[in-house]
């Protein structure tokens, strides 16, 4: 595979990596799929919310998905990442790899706050993604922890987990009357002492098991919220927005962010401040879901096939 030149060297095999690469191939490109490194939906049970998909396990995604690639020679997966990349537009290295075009997928980092208790919990009972997990959560005890809440946040997070549920919690230091007011209005229940610990469920218990038809592990599924003081709040799946980070090869290529540290692209071409590099997925925004991620990854893939196709064939490459 030395000095192969690809048509598009697409960097993350999730979702947003996997559709750009069927839909890159389905239009004769030659794609290479750089797939390494943790998944940030590893400890995650199922992938749900994406139509037809709805419930599977994402390890299975994966392996469908790249089951649809294998017919298409014009596509290669490789089980290695990428550690970086130099050239420029038409001509980007990737180590043994040449591309015209980079198109990266390579998601986001979390870093959940350190709290005792949160990592056997984290993608079990303890989401950042109402829409992924919160039917099989329906009607239980909801808590949300955000360290400081604005009059948006409570529009666009805290409020609508009382469509899932009529006891939500709010763990918070900070905030404003009109915004107690609102959420007192909402009947939701505020906090403002520090969160020392989550507390799982002892060996045994199913009371505050998902209504998913399937149980969870031992340690998995969440009890209650200690709180400095003592004081333990009883909740059953707890909602945060922890900070995330870019990968270390979108740090070194020194892309342009927005403020919150996402990748910036045009929202029509999902190009990236450096010609010829592009980006879909986790890595571009906060409203973050395999659907979402699958659809920017066909949007990406459409625009560098146009893009690529004009230029091939203007210059007699095809």
């Given at each position: 595979m030395n000095d192969t030149l690809f048509d598009v060297l697409v960097v993350g095999g999730g979702p947003g990596g996997l559709q750009a690469a069927l839909t890159l191939?389905?239009?004769?490109?030659?794609?290479?799929?750089?797939?390494?490194?943790?998944?940030?939906?590893?400890?995650?049970?199922?992938?749900?919310?994406?139509?037809?998909?709805?419930?599977?396990?994402?390890?299975?995604?994966?392996?469908?998905?790249?089951?649809?690639?294998?017919?298409?020679?014009?596509?290669?997966?490789?089980d290695a990442g990428v550690e970086a990349i130099t050239g420029s537009?038409?001509?980007?290295?990737?180590?043994?790899?040449?591309?015209?075009?980079?198109?990266?997928?390579?998601?986001?980092?979390?870093?959940?706050?350190?709290?005792?208790?949160l990592a056997p919990l984290w993608g079990h009972s303890v989401f950042q993604c109402p829409y992924c997990h919160g039917w099989d959560f329906r009607g239980r005890r909801w808590g949300y922890l955000a360290p400081?809440?604005?009059?948006?946040?409570?529009?666009?997070?805290?409020?609508?987990?009382?469509?899932?549920?009529?006891?939500?919690?709010?763990?918070?230091?900070?905030?404003?009357?009109?915004v107690r007011q609102k959420l007192t209005a909402a009947k939701v229940q505020i906090e403002s002492a520090d969160v020392k610990r989550l507390i799982a469920q002892r060996s045994g218990a199913t009371y505050g098991a998902p209504r998913?038809?399937?149980?969870?592990?031992?340690?998995?599924?969440?009890?209650?919220?200690?709180?400095a003081g003592g004081k333990r709040v009883a909740v059953d799946a707890l909602f945060m927005h922890?900070?995330?980070?870019?990968?270390?090869?979108?740090?070194?290529?020194?892309l342009a962010l927005d403020d919150e540290g996402?990748?910036?692209?045009?929202?029509?071409?999902?190009?990236?401040?450096?010609?010829?590099?592009?980006?879909?997925?986790?890595?571009?925004?906060?409203?973050q879901a395999a659907v979402i991620a699958a659809a920017a990854g066909m949007q990406a893939a459409a625009?560098?096939?146009?893009?690529?196709?004009?230029?091939?064939?203007?210059?007699?490459?095809?």
């Amino acid at each position: 595979m030395n000095d192969t030149l690809f048509d598009v060297l697409v960097v993350g095999g999730g979702p947003g990596g996997l559709q750009a690469a069927l839909t890159l191939g389905r239009a004769r490109k030659r794609v290479l799929v750089a797939d390494g490194g943790p998944r940030r939906n590893a400890v995650a049970g199922h992938l749900n919310n994406f139509v037809s998909r709805d419930g599977i396990a994402p390890a299975d995604f994966r392996r469908e998905a790249r089951a649809q690639l294998a017919k298409y020679p014009n596509v290669v997966l490789r089980d290695a990442g990428v550690e970086a990349i130099t050239g420029s537009r038409g001509d980007f290295r990737a180590g043994d790899v040449r591309a015209r075009r980079v198109l990266l997928a390579t998601g986001m980092i979390d870093q959940p706050p350190a709290i005792e208790g949160l990592a056997p919990l984290w993608g079990h009972s303890v989401f950042q993604c109402p829409y992924c997990h919160g039917w099989d959560f329906r009607g239980r005890r909801w808590g949300y922890l955000a360290p400081e809440v604005s009059a948006a946040h409570i529009a666009m997070f805290v409020l609508q987990l009382r469509g899932w549920s009529d006891e939500v919690t709010l763990f918070t230091n900070v905030m404003s009357d009109e915004v107690r007011q609102k959420l007192t209005a909402a009947k939701v229940q505020i906090e403002s002492a520090d969160v020392k610990r989550l507390i799982a469920q002892r060996s045994g218990a199913t009371y505050g098991a998902p209504r998913s038809g399937e149980a969870l592990g031992e340690g998995q599924q969440l009890e209650a919220v200690e709180l400095a003081g003592g004081k333990r709040v009883a909740v059953d799946a707890l909602f945060m927005h922890p900070p995330q980070v870019q990968v270390p090869l979108v740090r070194s290529l020194g892309l342009a962010l927005d403020d919150e540290g996402f990748v910036k692209v045009d929202p029509m071409m999902r190009e990236t401040s450096v010609p010829g590099i592009y980006a879909a997925g986790d890595l571009t925004t906060r409203l973050q879901a395999a659907v979402i991620a699958a659809a920017a990854g066909m949007q990406a893939a459409a625009v560098i096939n146009a893009e690529l196709t004009g230029e091939l064939a203007t210059t007699g490459a095809l």
